[in-house]
């Protein structure tokens, strides 16, 4: 909120300057009294969207805790990054909670430059059955499937099977 004993002065300050007819005083005492409204409004909009954050989270985790299965199954088709709720006849958009950190990596294509080839062509030509059938098992999980053909091509490095490119 605009410090009104600020504004007050500012004012007071101004209208001096305007009685002796110094216009620059009156335009610098303006610029001041903008800057000091500018700041004042930064000021509260970042405590709202503070405010908005904590809320949105705490809505979020209650959702979450109420909903949990159904919420993992949102989370794997991709819609937990579409959350709406509807308070008091407003929306409010709950943001997608982001992974704090980075997972590191190699990054798409590590394989495919370090080996000659691609991860996916590393499983198809070094998978056992066994690896394949738990790779079937988790079709349309990302993350399993990625982990299957990953530890498919340790196995392949540590048996020698795969060797870097010179």
Known sequence: ?????????????????????????????????????????????????AEYDKVSVEILDALKATFKPFWKRMEKVGLSKRIYVQLEGKTIHIPPQRKKGG??????????????LSLGEVFEQFATPEERAEFDSHKGDGNKTWAVKDRVKKRAIAEGLLTPQA
């Open 1 to 49: 909120m605009i410090k009104l004993a600020t504004l007050v002065e500012l004012k007071s300050q101004m209208d001096a300057a305007f009685e002796k007819g110094d216009m620059k005083e009156v335009a610098a005492i303006a610029r001041a009294m903008k800057a000091l409204g500018d700041e004042t409004r930064k000021a509260e909009l970042d405590k709202v969207a």
């Open 103 to 116: 997972g590191g990596g190699g990054g798409a294509g590590a394989t495919k430059t370090k080996y000659g």
